[in-house]
């Protein structure tokens, strides 16, 4: 604690309060950021291991025999389609978080989706179609995508993609043949609305924590 002398000029005094005042409020700054730092980081290594884990569970569930056999966008109304794609359908009907999530394989250097759960139509209304067909082309798979259906295991990005779907963060998992041969791979897209809430509720803490961080060290100045 700082003691001013009793017979301390005026412009010493000032000069005292406001040292005592920065002091305070940078150290309570400073804290507070490093606790949103360390919160925020935490935030998104959740939001990333629960992608891993919904990916790895959601290639569990595949058949791969049945999804081997898809190869032609006739085939979503047979029985084959309709069967492989139950898995994925309950799925995304269990997570409100879900935005999207479908199966890819690798074919002659392209990537192409099979399975894709999502109703056709544009409900999200971007002028875009949201579903996917059996054998259309991904034209923006992005490295890590590849990197999984190149024999990677199960990973999730580490920030949010903006593309012509959306602003998401995915996760990736293989899913194999009777030979461990990489078939193909499950990706799951979340929206990340939610995400950002939680994250602007954390910023809105820091801040009102910075304010009375400012008020108590006016207060400590005077």
Same mark, same amino acid.
């Given at each position: 604690?700082?003691?001013? =002398?009793? %017979?301390?000029?005026?412009?010493?005094?000032?000069?005292?309060?406001?040292?005592?005042?920065?002091?305070?409020?940078?150290?309570?700054?400073?804290?507070?950021?490093?606790?949103?730092? =360390?919160?925020?980081?935490?935030?998104?290594?959740?939001?990333?291991?629960?992608l891993r884990r919904t990916a790895v569970v959601?290639?569990?569930?595949?058949?791969?025999?049945?999804?081997?056999?898809?190869? &032609?966008?006739?085939?979503?109304?047979?029985?084959?389609?309709?069967?492989?794609?139950?898995?994925l359908r309950n799925i995304r009907r269990a997570?409100?978080?879900?935005?999207?999530?479908?199966?890819?394989?690798?074919?002659?250097?392209?990537?192409?989706?099979?399975?894709?759960?999502?109703p056709k139509g544009d409900a999200d209304k971007?002028?875009?179609?949201?579903?996917?067909?059996?054998?259309?082309?991904?034209? %923006?798979? %992005?490295?890590?995508?590849?990197?999984?259906?190149? +024999? +990677?295991?199960?990973?999730?990005?580490?920030?949010?993609?903006?593309?012509?779907?959306?602003?998401?963060?995915?996760?990736?998992?293989?899913?194999?043949?009777?030979?461990? %041969?990489?078939? +193909?791979?499950?990706?799951? &897209?979340? &929206?990340?609305?939610?995400?950002?809430?939680?994250?602007?509720?954390?910023?809105?803490?820091?801040?009102?924590?910075?304010?009375?961080?400012?008020?108590?060290?006016?207060?400590?100045?005077?």
């Amino acid at each position: 604690m700082i003691f001013v =002398r009793p %017979n301390a000029s005026p412009s010493h005094s000032l000069i005292v309060g406001i040292a005592a005042a920065l002091v305070v409020f940078g150290t309570a700054a400073v804290s507070g950021g490093a606790l949103y730092l =360390r919160a925020r980081d935490a935030l998104n290594e959740e939001v990333r291991s629960d992608l891993r884990r919904t990916a790895v569970v959601a290639a569990a569930s595949i058949d791969v025999s049945l999804h081997q056999k898809l190869t &032609d966008p006739a085939q979503e109304d047979g029985p084959e389609y309709q069967q492989a794609i139950i898995p994925l359908r309950n799925i995304r009907r269990a997570s409100t978080s879900i935005k999207y999530i479908y199966t890819v394989i690798l074919k002659e250097d392209s990537v192409y989706y099979v399975l894709d759960p999502t109703p056709k139509g544009d409900a999200d209304k971007d002028g875009k179609e949201d579903h996917s067909n059996v054998m259309d082309r991904v034209d %923006n798979a %992005n490295a890590i995508l590849l990197g999984v259906l190149s +024999g +990677g295991p199960a990973v999730a990005e580490s920030e949010p993609v903006v593309d012509e779907w959306g602003i998401t963060m995915s996760g990736y998992a293989p899913f194999h043949d009777d030979l461990g %041969n990489t078939v +193909g791979v499950v990706g799951v &897209d979340i &929206d990340l609305v939610t995400f950002d809430e939680r994250m602007a509720g954390m910023r809105y803490a820091m801040g009102m924590g910075a304010l009375l961080a400012l008020i108590c060290s006016m207060l400590v100045g005077v």
